[in-house]
């Protein structure tokens, strides 16, 4: 899945992404299985490839809100939100890539 295409100068000021079920289980699981991959300028090969739990810094397992309102029994569907609140700007020369 292709979860942004930016193309063109600017800074990602934002990024994040949930998903449901979030029970610890499925939590633990999603974290590893689900891969961030960044590519720029054009490259085949992405800059960044990460497990989603890696890249947002919790390796151990992500942090899930327990909330009996959205439990699921089956855990055959995932539901899945992101966002990318992007700035597009004139960047000078010497900007890094990734900085966090």
């Given amino acids: 899945m292709n979860l942004c295409n930016i193309n063109g100068e600017g800074v990602i000021n934002r990024f994040w992404c949930t998903y449901l079920p979030t029970t610890e289980e499925v939590n633990n699981y999603l974290g590893r ?26 390796p151990m397992k992500l942090q899930a809100i327990d909330n009996h309102f959205f439990n699921s029994s089956t855990e055959k569907e995932i539901l899945f939100w992101f966002g990318a609140d992007v700035e597009f700007k004139k960047l000078n020369n010497n900007s890094l890539y990734l900085h966090a």
Avoid: H, K, R
Wanted: aromatic letters at 20%; one cysteine or more; hydrophobic letters at 50%.
């Fill in 33 to 58: 299985a689900l891969v961030l991959n960044i590519y720029w300028d054009g490259s085949e090969t992405p800059a960044v490839s990460a497990p989603f739990a890696d890249f947002f810094c919790q």
